[in-house]
């Protein structure tokens, strides 16, 4: 439709009929399941109302949607399609390692194929909206939706934020792809302790510096809506902030997309105590530019007399509805209100040979070798006999919890991936310990006691796996661990304080290394954990995260060599939980801990724990050795570029690819500046004995900081770059920007 026919369309529009397009609600009010993704609460909406709104939340498939959005057009005066928004966060039905997997890729081409192919995906099955990328920048584990964000580092993230949009939207305004909604804006990953929801304050220097650029990466890829975030931050909760959403959002960044608050995000202005009942949170929000009202009732009984009162400009209101207009446009609905959506092309594009090849692929690169003593890795199929054990062991929940339109029954477990290298004579299996001590947390998700006591194992089932896997153990030359956290332990509302394995695993581990045979753990989980235990009990840790559908098979090909692991941590690992909030990229500090075996007092450190991770950020084994040499800048000096190069080579027999990072220091500046910045990586495949040079083009743009008196800018002095394959083995040479 031309803009002109648009806008007539929002003229010819009532209140109520424009107000309804900035009213979602979810499944329940359109005959479709609800998934629990918020509280549950009565929003005493009415039909007439629900006739009206403009999008719905979290309701997908061909048959469903196109049922709904038949039944709700002839109902509708104007014929303006209904939107489907959901959250397909890595994948609808060929399901991708989280997000934290995919930042350890290091590969954001890679990601931005299989987003590509998630919208595939996610069209046909009638999904016009994703609420992903989650770009949250992240640093305290604690934190359960650790697992949604690719790290702990802006220019990593912000790759990945570009590359996640792109692949969803390519072709977005020719009918391809889906649209993208960046969230949660922001710094929604700087809640103070890790404890979900809760307040985040901090510099505006650090919010622009660190928590701002994946954001605004997903903005000028062209997200077509961002989702502001639950927290506050400096005082004000983000739906209501007009700093955040007009000011630096729309102004500076000129977003004129749709923002659509989070779930119940606008009525929870009174609970954070800056609006004293619904109108004057739809005041706030509004007043900020909140176009959409996910989940309360809040706009759509408090906006029209609001506009009466003359309370709000009409204006205000209009600009809301027409952008949500506009987006309906942009995605041809009124040419085809299912966008495609049908059950042939869901039978014709869901999990395809090529898809689950990606997905492998994906899950592949996502993989961090974490330890590999005595080489214990890999293991030779059907040379020695393996026993796989643990809770994760032959277990479909590898695609997590966030996985919500995925299949448990499409998974392919570890034991079936083991199987195509071992047969009958080498595998031993049994899953020998249970997943968790205690399941009466899951009554805080609505499970009845009824149904936790149904979870599990039985006390004699207990003592049985147990015996029956330290006898096969002691048959076996190899024991493998599958363990993890239980998928309910991360994601939304999934903070905890302890973030080890759970208190069974690790005493099933125990028993299991004191038989001293060669061990390998796999950990399975949504966050960094804590392993400064295992470390001393295994020989090998492949950190696996939640690997998706193709988990099973790439972690198979791990293990047993067909692939050489290449992962890449994009978040620290701590030494213990007491460290947390870690990030390589701290500030200099006036009293720094120049060496880990200093025996003085007074420097910044801990009396119990050393400073650094156990795992840096950027870390990670293959079962290659390449050496680094020769790192050279063309110049001494900076005007305005550098040319910097490293040879690396492999000194192994094995093909490999490498990940050299570069690093930055900004020696003095006119504030405090971080000890090392990620500013480039690249990707370098190596053959065996093979050497390359690697060029990086340093510019002075990377350089720029936010100064003393906040302007964005590369001030004069001593920088020091650093190269590696990790933020802690660099090499470094100095440099001088003029
Ligand atoms: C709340 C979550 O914070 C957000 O990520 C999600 O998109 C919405 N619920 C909708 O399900």
């Not at 960094?528 to 198979?556: M, S």
Request: include cysteine; aromatic fraction near 8%; charge should be negative.
């Amino acid at each position: 439709m031309e803009e002109t026919k648009l806008k007539e369309l929002l003229d010819s529009l009532s209140w109520p009929e424009k107000i309804g397009q900035l009213v979602q609600l979810s499944g329940d009010f359109f005959h479709a399941d609800q998934l629990a993704v918020g509280p549950q609460k009565k929003l005493g909406i009415d039909q007439k109302i629900v006739d009206q709104v403009g999008s719905v939340l979290n309701v997908t498939g061909a048959e469903k949607t196109r049922e709904i959005q038949d039944r709700y057009l002839k109902k509708s005066r104007h014929k303006i399609p209904l939107l489907f928004m959901a959250d397909i966060i890595y994948g609808y039905r060929t399901i991708f390692p989280i997000p934290l997997g995919l930042g350890a890729t290091w590969n954001p081409a890679l990601i931005e194929e299989a987003y590509e192919q998630t919208a595939e995906e996610s069209k046909a099955a009638g999904a016009h909206v994703t609420f992903a990328p989650m770009v949250d920048l992240v640093r305290d584990a604690r934190w359960g939706r650790s697992l949604e964000s690719t790290g702990e580092d802006p220019v990593l993230n912000s790759a990945f934020a570009k590359a996640m949009v792109t692949g969803l939207q390519k072709d977005l305004l020719n009918g391809g792809g889906i649209a993208s909604c960046v969230k949660h804006f922001a710094a929604y990953g700087a809640a103070e302790g890790g404890r979900e929801y809760n307040t985040v304050d901090m510099s505006e220097r650090r919010l622009r510096q660190d928590y701002l650029p994946s954001y605004k990466a997903a903005v000028d890829a062209g997200c077509q809506l961002v989702m502001t975030s639950f927290n506050t931050y400096d005082g004000m909760p983000v739906t209501g902030s007009k700093f955040l959403l007009e000011d630096i959002l729309r102004k500076e960044w000129g977003f004129d997309g749709v923002i659509i608050s989070d779930y119940a995000a606008i009525q929870e202005l009174i609970a954070h105590g800056v609006a004293t009942d619904d109108r004057e949170a739809t005041k706030l929000a509004i007043e900020a530019t909140t176009d959409i009202d996910m989940k309360t009732p809040c706009y759509a009984k408090e906006l029209e007399p609001l506009i009466e009162d003359g309370e709000i400009s009409t204006e205000l209101v209009d600009r809301s509805v027409y952008r949500v207009l506009k987006l309906k446009n942009d995605l041809g609905l009124f040419e085809d209100p299912y966008r495609g959506a049908s059950q042939e092309q869901e039978e014709c594009v869901f999990l395809t040979e090529e898809k689950r090849h990606l997905a492998k692929k994906v899950s592949s690169e996502s993989v961090v070798l974490l330890q590999n003593k005595r080489d214990v890795l890999p293991l030779t199929p059907n040379q020695e006999k393996v026993l796989l054990v643990g809770p994760y062991g032959d277990n479909q929940e590898l695609i997590g919890l966030w996985a919500v339109h995925g299949k448990r029954e499409d998974v392919v477990t570890i034991k079936k991936g083991f199987e195509h290298y071992l047969d009958s004579e080498h595998l031993l299996y049994t899953q020998g310990c249970d997943m968790l001590e205690d399941y009466t947390f899951l009554g805080e998700f609505g499970a009845t006691k009824d149904q936790i006591e149904q979870l599990g194992l039985t006390d004699a089932m207990k003592e049985q796996e147990l015996s029956q896997a330290l006898t096969l153990a002691k048959q076996a030359d190899t024991v493998v661990l599958a363990l993890g956290e239980h998928t309910m332990q991360s994601g939304e509302a999934g903070s905890r304080t302890d973030i080890t394995l759970p208190k069974i695993q690790q005493d099933f581990l125990q028993k299991i290394a004191e038989l001293n045979k060669k061990t390998v753990l796999i950990v399975i989980s949504g966050r960094p954990l804590v392993l400064t235990k295992e470390v001393e009990l295994v020989d090998g840790i492949v950190q696996a995260w939640f690997p998706g559908t193709e988990g099973g098979n790439a972690l198979a090909d791990i293990i047993f060599g067909q692939t050489n692991p290449t992962g890449r941590l994009s978040m620290s690992f701590p030494y213990s939980v007491g460290q947390l909030p870690m990030y390589y990229s701290e500030f200099k500090t006036g009293r720094p801990l120049t060496s880990p075996t200093h025996k003085g007092r007074f420097v910044s450190k801990y009396l119990d724990s050393q400073n650094d991770p156990l795992f840096s950020f950027g870390y990670g084994l293959s079962y290659s050795k390449v050496m680094y040499t020769d790192l050279t800048l063309s110049s001494e000096q900076m005007h305005e570029t550098l040319k910097v190069s490293v040879k690396v080579k492999n000194i192994s027999k094995r093909t490999t690819t490498e990940t050299v990072q570069l690093y930055v220091q900004d020696v003095t500046g006119s504030v405090v500046r971080p000890v090392k910045e990620l500013k480039a990586f690249q990707k370098v495949a190596l053959d065996a004995d093979e050497e390359k040079t690697v060029y990086f083009d340093l510019t002075k743009e990377e350089l720029k900081f936010y100064t003393k008196n906040m302007t964005f800018d590369a001030e004069p002095g001593a920088f020091i770059v650093f190269v590696g394959p990790n933020v802690k083995d660099t090499q470094e040479k100095s440099f001088t920007l003029l």
